[in-house]
């Protein structure tokens, strides 16, 4: 390969989106050789040659025969897979997009779910359906304190967005802040977790998946939450113990959750979360790839590597994001 002829493979579940990437990758880099896969078997055709993976949601196996790979940029931000993996040589770099690129959408859709939990929406909803005339109390927003875990890129615009509309944040993260957060209170580290969690009428977890925050909302953290307080989580499923959190729901400790992730995804059919009152449930769809916003990032690290020049969103593999 020479600098500006890398052989590219693009990998996306979705079709029209792997093709779009192809298109905004080719106009910067028209001598490149771009694969488009969206099966692990279409991939296999691309693996061996294959010097830098972009994409979202790459198969397992696929790293089995990647023998050229030097890169590896998620078109996401999550990149607990390629880490956990492995067949993922340790000297293959690893990069994730900013969160930049994602954040306003996932801002909305937590919006969305502090609304929605404060104006009875899914109720509203089931009544319309039952074509019933029933009035019920809604409650404010105002008074309510949020608590954002995960003050990251993604997270540090939810939490501004979030005080946007009046309701009071607090913050957690893994290590003591290197900025100033103000005007809102930001805890770190894990023994710090009980006194951020206290006070929050909304949890939203924003944290990326590692052995630190693996199931950091289980049985003992919950029973130190508001009781009545609502779950959101847009970072990953992991994060949660299900079991703990249908528990916290059944007996009332939790007043509900809006998941856009799960531990397993899809979620099985037969999971309990599905028949769970109070639980809305999206399959992982708050913060969309759109190729538009995410592109300009690879093409960016994409010269970069061409001019061997350090890459931006470098993973630290020993923190895990
Ligand atoms: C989405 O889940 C991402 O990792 O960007």
């Not at 009071?168 to 993260?173: C, N, T, Y």
Request: proline residues 7%.
């Amino acid at each position: 390969m020479t600098a500006d002829t890398p052989v590219i493979l693009i990998f996306s579940g979705d079709r029209a989106s792997a093709e779009r990437c192809r298109a905004l990758v080719g106009e910067r880099f028209p001598r490149a050789e771009i694969g488009v896969a969206t099966t692990q078997d279409e991939a296999a055709a691309w693996a061996d040659r294959a010097e830098i993976a972009y994409g979202w949601g790459f198969p397992p196996e696929l790293f089995a025969r990647t023998r050229s790979l030097r890169w590896i940029q998620k078109m996401g931000a999550g990149v607990e897979d390629v880490i956990a993996n492995p067949l993922v040589p340790h000297d293959v770099l690893i990069t994730r997009t900013p969160g930049a690129a994602i954040a306003a959408t996932m801002s909305d859709y937590v919006l969305a779910s502090l609304l929605n939990a404060k104006l009875r929406t899914r109720l509203g909803f089931e009544l319309q359906q039952a074509r019933k005339w029933s009035e019920y109390a809604v409650e404010p927003l105002e008074g309510c304190t949020a608590g954002v875990a995960g003050l990251g890129e993604i997270g540090a615009v939810i939490a501004e967005r979030v005080r946007a509309i009046g309701v009071e944040v607090v913050g957690w993260r893994r290590s003591r802040p290197s900025r100033e957060y103000a005007p809102y209170r930001v805890f770190h580290g894990p023994e710090a977790l009980a006194d951020f969690l206290a006070p929050c009428d909304f949890i939203i977890l924003v944290l990326p998946l590692t052995d630190e925050t693996r199931g950091l909302i289980n049985r003992r953290t919950l029973a130190g939450v508001r009781r009545g307080a609502h779950l959101v989580n847009v970072g990953r499923g992991g994060l949660v113990d299900e079991t703990a959190l249908i528990e916290a729901i059944q007996s009332g400790q939790l007043s509900g959750a809006t998941l856009d992730v799960c531990e397993t995804e899809p979620l099985p059919p037969e999971h309990l979360l599905w028949r769970t009152p109070n639980v809305t449930i999206t399959p992982h769809v708050a913060g969309p790839l759109v190729p538009e916003k995410v592109v300009p990032h690879f093409i960016a690290n994409l010269r970069r590597y061409a001019a061997r020049q350090p890459l931006r969103g470098l993973v630290d593999r020993t923190h895990g994001y």
